[in-house]
Structure formats: C-alpha cells, structure tokens
C-alpha cells in the first residue's frame, strides 16, 4: 500500500472509531473540536477529488516538498471562513452523519488516488504539479490531522505511540529535529495556523474558472443529487 492510501486509511479508520460523545472534544487544531476537525476531512476528500480530475497542460509550479504555504501571521478571526467550517461541522448534528460523509466521499478519494497517474500534472491553488507530487504532500496532511484528532481524547491513548511514530518519521523525513515542531510548518485548515483569506480567494478563482470552462464544454450539466446517509444503500 502507497503511503497516500496507508495514512488515509489509518485517519477515515480513527475517525471511524472516535466515540460519538468525543466528537465535541477539543481536537489538536486550536479552535476547533474534533467534529470540526472531521469536517474539514470531508471537504480535504473533496478537494483531492477536485483536483485529480483538474488536468493542467503548463509545467509543475510545485512539487511536494513546496506545496503547501507557509504563514507565520495567524488569521486574526475576522474572515468568514475561519467560522465556516465550525458551522458546517454543527449543521450535521448527529456525528454518524458526519462520519458517514467522510467515508463516502473518503472512499472515493482513496479510490481515485490509487487509479490515477502518478506522473501526469494536476492544477490546484493557481499551481501545477505532478499527480504523485500532490498525494505526497497530502500524506503529511493526513499525518499531523491524525494527531491532531487523537490530541486531546482519552480514549485515544492507547493509539498515541503509533501517532508519535508516525509523527517522528515524518518529521525525520524533512530533516527536522525528532520532538520539535518545524519553524513555519503550515498546519492546514486550523484557523490558529493558517492564513486562509488568500488561499481561499485562490480556491474561489480557480474553481469560477472550471465552471465556465465546464459550462462552455457541457451546457446541459447537471450536478449529480447524491442520496441522504439515511437512503444511501450500506
């Protein structure tokens, strides 16, 4: 099993297992609960999903080691988005659903990753890079999000030497001193982390501009009604 599908897996298994009554937990993410962490997966699923049917034509911008954007400003609060994501996680209610949305839109995204071709170039953020390039990136993502959902669960700490192995490795791997957070190591989707404004604006453009090339191509699209979690077949 590649590395993109093996910390996938070992996260969607976490999140599977996490008790509903931890889902309002504090999770790793500051400011966030563990349900809200669950919900910024669904959309991470989405996003791998988005761009690895985003074909680009121009040569790679980035590749694993540069995909991801350092800021060493925290958001100061006031952009909606550092609230959105809380609101979404809210709306589910009861944390089965949410966890059903993530291993649906979870399976698909591991499924896709392993179908696709490694060596063609997907674009994303306003960047190119290599298919097999942008799921690297994405096994650290995964990685400190497994962390982050078991940071502060008791009923997690039978798994947190496996978390600090994995947390050890990876960080050995950049060539960072085992134990100590890297200097400026974006933490992805924790709004105390990240500078989600400019990326978001990024998100907003690029997806405007597959709409219209999509419009243009298939007028008469219609976008795909899914079944609810509770008419879904299991």
């Known amino acids: 099993m590649d590395p993109f599908s093996q910390a996938w897996m070992a996260l969607r298994t976490a999140v599977a297992e996490t008790p509903d009554e931890d889902f309002g937990m504090p999770s790793g993410c500051a400011g966030w609960l563990v349900r809200d962490l669950v919900c910024h997966l669904v959309i991470d699923?989405?996003?791998?999903?988005?761009?690895?049917?985003?074909p680009a034509q121009s040569e790679p911008t980035r590749n694993a080691a540069t995909y991801w954007e350092v800021s060493r400003t925290p958001p100061t609060g006031d952009d909606?988005?550092?609230?959105?994501i809380p609101r979404l996680a809210a709306a589910y209610g009861d944390p089965g659903l949410l966890k059903f949305h993530l291993d649906d839109l979870g399976s698909a995204a591991g499924r896709a990753a392993v179908l696709a071709d490694r060596g063609a170039q997907v674009g994303t953020k306003e960047q190119v890079l290599t298919v097999g390039d942008?799921?690297?990136a994405y096994v650290l993502e995964w990685t400190l999000h497994h962390l982050d959902l078991i940071a502060h669960r008791p009923s997690a700490v039978g798994r947190r030497a496996t978390g600090r192995d994995a947390r050890g490795s990876t960080r050995t791997a950049r060539g960072d001193r085992a134990g100590t957070v890297p200097t400026g190591v974006l933490r992805h989707g924790c709004p105390a982390d990240r500078d989600r404004s400019a990326y978001a604006d990024r998100r907003r453009a690029g997806r405007r501009r597959r709409a219209g090339r999509e419009a243009a191509t298939h007028p008469g699209l219609i976008s795909d009604r899914r079944r609810s979690p509770r008419e879904a077949p299991r």
Do not use: E, G, R
């Not at 699923?45 to 985003?54: K, S």
């Not at 909606?80 to 959105?84: S, T, V």
């Open 134 to 136: 942008y799921l690297s």
């Open 80 to 84: 909606p988005l550092d609230a959105l």
């Open 45 to 54: 699923a989405q996003d791998v999903l988005i761009t690895l049917v985003t």
